[in-house]
């Protein structure tokens, strides 16, 4: 067994205490879809073949619930993370998920997938561009990927820490005695007024969770394997593994207004080819920036235009209405509730959009919009949602469009 499966099986990763799937649960595929830029016969299928690598505790009961009708492959390299995924599926009900112990430097699947997810699992391979061939030769040329690896940025105080642990002889440790140096470690580093640690405010976050969810902590400071990747450097092991970047997963993120208020340093920064706008944007959130989430295609797959103003009118749309929640005691569901992604606030309506990093997004519409909204449930197409309404149309096309995924996250097409 590597080492990396053996720190898994120590820490199964994520310390799960529950779970969220959207409502309806096609979202997910209907958002990524969208900016995929897919036509209706390019859509991600219902039924499709999904490969979840390195699916940890509850990812694979994730996508199985937004593919109920598809076929799920989630694999992980550490035996007992895949154990407590398995019967959190279960628990769930999830039953349209096969668990397999796979390493995906080594996988065996040629063309397989529709949909591949990947987050948090090449950035820990000893040759991350072995990890993106493997996905690339997994994905059907219609196929897509979401994808995630570590930021240089993001990671930078936690490399500086792992740097004193090192130094410290904590990777000479047998695995038992790594968590009690690191531990004292951090509380001595944050607690002595000499000392001032790159990121204090992420480590501090850290020691505050050491006793509740010391997989958190570990799978942070004290993991055997770890690499990062600035822009160009992903960018470039996407281009060697034939791998095409065609959006961030939350593309309000790569938007400077997210960061700075500043009208000129705005107009400056909408002015500047794309590259150069992610650049800027890389380095002006700080620890509070983007992670690297993209989807991706491969290469030979022609990248579509974007979309005209009259094909969004022609199809129909659906609307987040809710974020479903499981809650967990062991690997077992505990209880199921719902959280609304809007809430009536005298005469106007709070809509609030999720993204997993970032800082949080709401906006305020008048409350006789939220009927428009409810209506949008995929069975019309929009333009003719907007027609039966009372609301002028462009005002209320306008206002539609800030709830796209590149804004709120809470409407997408739905063909």
Known sequence: MSEVAGFYDRYPYPPAGGFTAPNPRRYNRDRASLL?????????????????????????????LCFPEGEILATDISPETLRRAEAIAKSAGCDNIRFAQEDLATSPHREEFDWIVCTGVIHHLPDPDAGFAGLRAALKPEGAALVMVYSTLLREPLVQFRGLFRAMGGDALPAEERYPLMRRLLEAQLDSPRAHPVGQEALAVLRDALDEKPAFVADA?????????????????????????????????????????????????????IREREHAVYHAGGYHGPQLECLVERVDRSEPPRYEPQELLALPFVFRTADDAWELEGTSVRSRGSHATYRLDGDAVEVRGGTTSGPP????????????????????PLGEVLQDSSHDANQLLGLLVQLLPPELDLIAPSP
């Open 221 to 273: 400071l004290i993991h055997p394997q770890e690499v990062t990747f600035d822009l160009p450097t992903l960018f470039a092991s996407l281009d060697k593994a034939g791998l095409a970047h065609r959006s961030w997963n939350h593309p309000r993120l790569w938007e400077l207004g997210t960061y700075l208020d500043d009208e000129t340093l705005g107009q400056r920064f909408s002015e500047l080819p």
């Open 36 to 64: 995929l830029r897919r036509r209706a016969r390019d859509w991600i299928p219902a039924h499709a073949k999904v490969w979840v690598i390195g699916c940890g505790t509850v990812q694979a009961t994730h996508w199985g």
């Open 361 to 380: 997004v709401t906006a305020r519409i008048p409350a006789d919009i939220l009927p428009v909204l409810k209506a949008l449930d995929g069975t019309r």
